[in-house]
């Protein structure tokens, strides 16, 4: 019985450090810290990159919200990747620079990103700005997210929100889960002055960075991936909350579940390679930034978070009472629900009430539910290879 009451405790204690992580972002995102103020050099030289994979139909109002931000010395560069539409064109018809790329066997943004990088390394630029095609750059959002690129010497993220298109308690849920983990878990970590992951889209790279970046792959949490590597080479990203990009979910519920499961799959994948690594190299190496990266690293998608919480509690209490065994597990368990809601409801309460509804909130263990044939399919399905998200 103690080697079943010493396992049970064991697994309840691994489930409590994603919910403890949670907790202490959720907390210090209510402590504001005052970001260092940064002035745009006048001859800095901007490099927008955007990867786009027929994105003929978002792709003007990207361009539009980028246009007016840049100088004359600026650079607005499309990649357009393994196109079958005429994505190339409108980009050039509406001022971009564009390069095509053509490679079936090599798929992905990370091969798309490793184009572009190399084309501008003939006149290299002093920041290279990554945005997606589908993505608006809110205004005076690009040479601040530069200049602070360029003064840290680091990676820097930009808020990065989307939006849903539909009101149904699902869309809602969606929304306001990203905004938790975009926004208030990064958020809560640089008011301690820890590192955020990378998330794709409002990144800024020092060229010196990015040049030697080994971004060619086909990883379908590339940007995941990238942030991890900067970060053991000992230039983990920087949270910036001074620059914003934002997109909508697709509205179509069959491709947003498809592209839901790409991430989903992709970062729980991530989790179970990357996270015990950069452990082990944080304590190695006694880097703080390493270390809060892989408790950060190893909290999974919010729903399937909740899933195994509350599923565990349930399971150990059962035990308890059937077998008398699993008292510690089920107490632990119980914690980690806890301190789990408390999460959620401060982040609700700072910025989420404009998303969802506190009735609606009481209706999320529908969508949890819903959620659970997605971790399933991981285990028996898992989505392994790129794939592009369509629009409607």
């Not at 003007?60 to 007016?68: D, G, N, R, Y």
């Not at 053509?102 to 390394?121: C, E, P, Q, T």
């Not at 040479?143 to 930009?158: D, F, I």
């Not at 983990?236 to 914003?244: E, H, R, T, V």
Request: glycine share 6%.
């Amino acid at each position: 019985m103690a080697s079943i009451e010493i396992l049970l405790s064991a697994i309840a204690a691994l489930l409590l450090i994603p919910s403890l992580v949670i907790f202490v972002q959720a907390l210090f995102a209510w402590f504001p810290k005052k970001y260092d103020d940064v002035t745009p050099a006048e001859d800095m030289c901007i490099a927008v990159l955007i990867p786009a994979h027929n994105e003929s139909s978002g792709i003007i109002a990207t361009l539009a919200s980028i246009k007016p931000q840049l100088k004359s010395t600026d650079r607005l560069l499309v990649v357009a990747d393994n196109c079958s539409d005429d994505t190339a064109d409108i980009a050039a018809a509406n001022g971009a620079e564009v390069i095509k790329r053509h490679d079936l066997d090599k798929r992905g943004k990370g091969f798309a990103l490793d184009f572009g990088v190399r084309y501008l390394a003939k006149s290299p630029p002093d920041v290279v700005v990554v945005i997606d095609a589908d993505c608006i750059l809110q205004a005076d959002s690009l040479s601040l997210l530069a200049a602070y690129a360029l003064k840290t010497g680091r990676p820097v993220q930009a808020l990065d929100l989307m939006y849903a298109k539909e009101s149904d308690l699902k869309s809602r849920v969606a929304e306001f889960a990203w905004s938790v983990k975009n926004l208030v878990r990064p958020l809560g970590y640089a008011n301690l002055g820890l590192p955020c992951q990378l998330m794709g889209t409002g990144m800024a790279f020092p060229w010196r960075l990015i040049s030697d970046a080994d971004i060619a792959n086909g990883s379908i949490v590339e940007d995941m991936k990238l942030g991890i590597e900067f970060s053991k080479a000992g230039m983990p990203p920087i949270f910036y909350l001074g620059s914003q990009v934002t997109s909508y979910f697709p509205a179509v519920s069959e491709v947003q579940s498809g592209q839901r499961m790409r991430w989903e799959h992709g970062h729980i994948a991530t989790i179970l390679s990357e996270a015990p690594r950069l452990f082990a190299q944080g304590i190695a190496k006694r880097d703080i930034n390493l270390l809060a990266l892989a408790f950060d690293l190893s909290v999974p998608p919010l729903a399937l978070l909740v899933t195994l919480l509350f599923g565990y509690a349930a399971a150990t209490g059962i035990v308890l009472m059937l077998y008398d065994v699993g008292y510690v597990a089920f107490i632990v368990s119980l914690s980690g629900v806890a301190l789990l809601s408390i999460a959620i409801a401060m982040a609700w309460l700072g910025w989420g009430r404009h998303i969802i509804s506190f009735s609606a909130m009481l209706l999320v263990p529908v969508y949890v539910i819903s959620k659970i044939p997605h971790y399933v399919r991981f285990l028996f399905k898992r989505q392994k290879a790129w794939n592009k998200t369509e629009r409607d």
